[in-house]
Nanobody
């Protein structure tokens, strides 16, 4: 049974930082590309960042560039998202996801999803 469990969300003031983590089990983690997505109330789920199987290649949404950094530890089977300079518009539920095929920004390509962790940024 595949499980992706996010942690690290919370309430933070604008300009602050949070580090999200996602622990994976039940899959051969090193063979999956990993991604972070977010969904704000009333909005569609949107891509935030992705990282390749080896961790060498990363992709970031324009909204995340320069502020968010994705990383992974294949030994610990975790993927993290360091978020700095947070803005109120970053408020959303953040999800990690695993993609066994291609390295993608499209949520439809991802095979497994976590339950999400809430990030709230106050102004």
């Amino acid at each position: 049974q595949v499980q992706l469990v996010e942690s690290g969300g919370g309430l933070v003031q604008a300009g602050g930082s949070l580090r999200l983590s996602c622990a994976a089990s039940g899959l051969t983690f090193r063979t999956y590309n990993m991604g972070w997505f977010r969904q704000a109330p009333g909005k569609e789920r949107e891509f935030v960042a992705a990282i390749s199987r080896s961790g060498v290649a990363t992709l970031s949404a324009d909204s995340a560039k320069g502020r968010f950094t994705i990383s992974r530890d294949n030994t610990k089977k975790t993927v993290s998202l360091q978020m700095n300079s947070l803005k109120p518009e970053d408020t959303a539920v953040y999800y990690c996801a695993a993609d066994g095929r291609i390295y993608s920004t499209d949520p439809g390509e991802y095979d497994y999803w976590g339950q999400g962790t809430q990030v709230t940024v106050s102004s």
